[in-house]
């Protein structure tokens, strides 16, 4: 989707715009005489649907051979992955370090990560956690209000935002527009304000007293349902992902976060836009739309394996490293670079950055950490000289054997 170059009245989420324009002459499916009777081939979601399932039992075997605070480590690189993806779905940065920290701090795991100092993302984490600690606790038009507050923390709001309300009635239909000012093409238009209130209220009585579906399918339509009514000025998003992840939670009777369908949903972004246009144009059948769903879901699940591998393998890794009595340099400077996001290779000056002491300390310091079996030099050198930890070798080892029981 292409932005456009004017602002006028907008607002840019994630290279589109929700925008305030007079009402389009389409029908979206919340003008269905049905809304919000949706229905669905269950037939048709039925395998993708059990080999959910059978994965998420396999995940929570897994994890559940792992030492406890392993388990602790993979709920953080979980719950990190989801905070940081839905806020970039929404075309926001964030620094995954301050992001870790403030889960970290929340969980109560000890970390040696610095304190964030940002008031969003302690929001978007505040959100997070609330959504799977407490899945069991009613999802009520207060919660929400506290949720979309916790997004646009006071003094930092933007002054179009209103925040701890639905959207104001009397304002004209909110759409997600795209293009250039006077070529823009509509891509949805939410429920009028006037109606947010009643057809709130109709979704959050679905939510606390559900029928007899697939608790996984119910995750997916609350995704729709909210989203379709765009009930607030901003957060709409961020706030959708956050309720299916307490369904995704209510499903599996735990708090235990170990996939991120966010993070699947960003790696798709440009399908879940098209998805989700697709569905608004559509009727209340919404079998398409809940087999993309059940696919990131999926998707999750499976990247999920691969987390927890490098979980494992990282731990074998510091297990052979504790012998070697590192200092605390070094300690540091490996902790940084075993991170997910860390860029490239290590070299000396990286390490001399990071240790913050000169090139020839940290060139001993690699040299120690080579002759020690933790680091691997790459074949290129002279100026280019790089290395790797063993971990990756660790890694493939290990990858389709499971965690030990012993860790």
Known sequence: MVCGKYRFNRRKICGIYELNNR????????????????????????????????????????????????QDEAVLETVT???????????????????????????????????SRSRDIDGIVQVQLDATKNFASPVTQERLFGWQGALFPAGRRLSMVN??????????????????????????????????????????DWIEHPLKQDPVIRSGVAHLWFLSIHPFDDGNGRLTRALSDLMLCRAESTSRRLYSVSTEIDNRRKHYYEALEQQQRSSLDVTSWLKFYLECVHGALLNADKTLGHIFSRALFWDKATVHGL???????????????????????KYAVLAKCSPDTALRDIKDLVSDGLLIQNEAGGRSTSYRTTLETTLAKHQDTGPNPKL
């Open 327 to 349: 200092n605390d340099r070094q300690k540091s400077v490996l902790s940084r670079f075993l991170e997910p996001d860390f860029q490239g290779y290590l070299n000396t000056s």
């Open 23 to 70: 009402k389009a002459d389409m029908t979206w499916i919340h003008q269905q005489p049905d809304w919000p009777n949706f229905y669905w081939d269950h037939d048709a979601l039925a395998v993708l649907l059990g080999d959910i399932r059978y994965r998420q039992g396999l995940l929570s075997g897994r994890t559940e051979k792992m030492r406890h605070d392993l």
């Open 81 to 115: 992955d989801d905070a940081v993806s839905t806020s970039h779905i929404e075309g926001e940065l964030l620094s995954r370090e301050d992001v870790r920290s403030s889960i970290a701090r929340r969980l109560g795991i000890t970390q040696s990560f610095a304190k």
């Open 163 to 204: 925040t701890g309300d639905w959207r104001l009635p009397g304002s004209e239909p909110m759409q997600v527009v795209s293009g250039s000012y006077g070529r823009e093409k509509v891509h949805f238009e939410a429920i009028q304000a006037s109606l947010v209130p009643r057809n709130m209220a109709r979704l959050l």
